[in-house]
């Protein structure tokens, strides 16, 4: 069975940078792509980035391109979701997911597993 955790959420200062780490176990990493949603008190989970099974591809949500990236360690069996230049707007819950997909393809949805989510504060 696959799972995902997720790592590397807290409290950070607007202006401020974290990572994010996802963990992934259960089968072979390198057949899913992997995403990064997110849902903030009172709204529904949005998605963020994905990344395809070999890491040459990824797909933004428009209003993340740029202080946002993705990355991936096929050797490590982690993605990564580096944060940078923060606002209280990007206050929520994190999640990573994977889905078992064909080469190349950075799913905006249908993802096939997720974690449990890691929490995301910013501010003063």
């Known amino acids: 069975q696959v799972q995902l955790a997720e790592s590397g959420g807290g409290l950070v200062q607007p202006g401020g940078s974290l990572r994010l780490s996802c963990v992934f176990s259960g089968d072979t990493f390198g057949r899913y792509a992997m995403g990064w949603f997110r849902q903030a008190p009172g709204q529904t989970r949005e998605f963020v980035v994905s990344i395809s099974r070999g890491g040459t591809v990824t797909h933004y949500a428009d209003s993340k391109k740029g202080r946002f990236k993705i990355s991936r360690d096929n050797t490590k069996n982690t993605v990564y979701l580096q944060m940078n230049n923060l606002t209280p707007e990007d206050t929520a819950v994190y999640y990573c997911?994977?889905?078992?997909?064909?080469?190349?393809?950075?799913?905006?949805?249908?993802?096939?597993?997720w974690g449990q989510g890691t929490q995301v504060t910013v501010s003063a």
């Open positions: 997911a994977a889905d078992f997909t064909v080469s190349g393809a950075t799913p905006t949805t249908g993802y096939d597993y």
